[in-house]
């Protein structure tokens, strides 16, 4: 019997259409079956702010994802439909899912992919390593095919989710693959350096590190003029490569 389970239930996917809510509950069930208490222990130290999920690892859902992706009912559209319903979950592989799921269609995404994406955020994208999953999912090939602009993320900057607004800088690093216009990039961000959250911080302070990489002198430029004013540890990110040295000239002056 316990070779037939499993061998029954991949018949059924591929006898039947599977809808969103009949993929949203198989998902659900393989987790449920498959949760691990040790899995969920080991995540937690990553998640300073709290880690609800079932304690799957990165390769049983990969696994799973490619299972669904092989089925003739899987389509672009049905994960969409799908995501909406994943992403709003607390449990963490289930907006995992819905990322993975997404990018087995990435010879297929378009503008309407990226509004998808952004509409995530509204859902339930609450946490770093999402937002950053996002980025190196979906953000190359959104850069790379030239399917959204820099000015689509502008209402991202403002965004009431803080991951949405840290996803903006992050983004803006695969960005630099393919654009040389420093000074556009750096002033997109300039409304951002007052940001009061530190997941946007370090993001933004990311992005600064890996300008320096390409143009120091306009990036230090930009940081002298924000040093007394924006969080330390967007300085602190940003200046990580530098010399101690180099360091000391974005010290915050003392004020008397």
């Known amino acids: 019997m316990n070779m037939i389970g499993p061998f029954l239930c991949l018949l059924l996917i591929n ?22 208490s040790e899995v969920v222990k080991k995540n937690s130290r990553d998640f300073k702010d709290g880690f609800i999920g079932y304690g799957l690892t990165n390769d049983m859902i990969q696994i799973k994802v490619k299972e669904y992706k092989s089925q003739s ?30 990018n087995e ?59 949405q ?40 302070g990311w992005f600064l590190r890996e300008c320096w990489k390409k143009e120091p002198l306009l990036t230090e430029n930009f940081l002298f003029k924000w040093k007394n004013d924006c969080a330390r540890l967007i300085i602190q990110y940003a200046t990580e490569k530098m010399s101690k040295e180099e360091r000391l000239k974005f010290r915050k002056e003392k004020k008397y």
Not at 15 to 36: P, Q, R, T, V
Not at 82 to 90: D, G, I, T
Not at 180 to 186: A, E, G, K, P, R
Request: net charge neutral.
């Open 15 to 36: 006898i039947y259409n599977m809808d969103a809510k009949g993929l949203y509950k198989d998902i659900i069930a393989f987790c449920e079956s498959n949760a691990d």
């Open 73 to 102: 009912w899987c389509s672009l559209e049905l994960i969409y439909k799908v995501s909406k319903l994943l992403v709003k979950e607390k449990n963490y592989e289930l907006p995992s899912f819905a990322l993975l799921l997404l």
């Open 105 to 163: 269609f990435r010879k297929e995404f378009n503008f309407k992919t990226f509004k998808e994406i952004e509409h995530w955020f509204t859902l339930g994208i609450n946490n770093w390593a999402h937002t950053d999953g996002i980025v190196q999912y979906f953000f190359p090939v959104l850069w790379k095919k030239e399917i959204i602009k820099l000015e689509d993320l502008s209402d991202w900057r403002i965004s009431k989710n803080k991951f």
């Open 165 to 204: 607004r840290r996803c903006v800088p992050v983004a803006m690093i695969k960005l630099l693959k393919h654009s040389t216009d420093f000074n556009m990039l750096l002033d997109f961000i300039d409304s951002m350096m007052m940001d009061p959250e530190r997941e946007v911080h370090q993001g933004l």
